[in-house]
């Protein structure tokens, strides 16, 4: 489904107990972003206390991740049970929840990630994927202090 819909009057006589898939498409981020590879499973309640909408539930749901070292592609899982929103209701016999499921998924995407702990990266020089095999660039001179060799020259 493209809209998770509360329809407030039923909850005047009881909470409504869910468990929903959203359409991953909800979701649009930008180009080098992560991006979701899975639909959203939201699961919970939506309650009315008094004049206000309480709705907690679970997302879950996997998304897709470039390292910020060697560039490959990582997915991962996204999933919180924390979700939580209080909406006053005005008049309105419908509330869409999207928006604000939306909102926590977007905010809850790292922005940088590494596929592991210590990802060896790509070598600045030739571009290897130091975490599949290795290269002769850092062998000579000191360790992996690239700038060293500048020192030797005579640079005024
Ligand atoms: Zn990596
Ligand atoms: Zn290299």
Do not use: H
């Amino acid at each position: 489904m493209k809209n998770l819909l509360i329809y407030v009057k039923q909850l005047e006589k009881k909470p409504w107990v869910f468990s929903e898939t959203l359409d991953k498409g909800i979701v649009e981020t930008g180009a080098g972003l992560p991006f979701l590879t899975e639909d959203i499973l939201v699961s919970g309640t939506a309650e009315l206390i008094g004049k206000t909408l309480l709705v907690r539930c679970a997302i879950k749901t996997a998304y897709s991740i470039t390292c910020a070292r060697c560039l490959e592609t990582i997915e991962k899982e996204f999933s919180t049970d924390r979700f939580l929103v209080n909406i006053e209701i005005v008049n309105q016999d419908i509330i869409d929840l999207t928006g604000y499921i939306r909102e926590d998924i977007i905010l809850g995407l790292p922005a940088v990630s590494l596929c592991k702990k210590n990802c060896k990266g790509l070598c600045p020089l030739c571009g290897t994927n130091l975490n599949k095999s290795s290269c002769s660039c850092m062998e000579s001179g000191e360790k992996s202090d690239r700038w060293s060799k500048l020192d030797d020259l005579d640079i005024k």
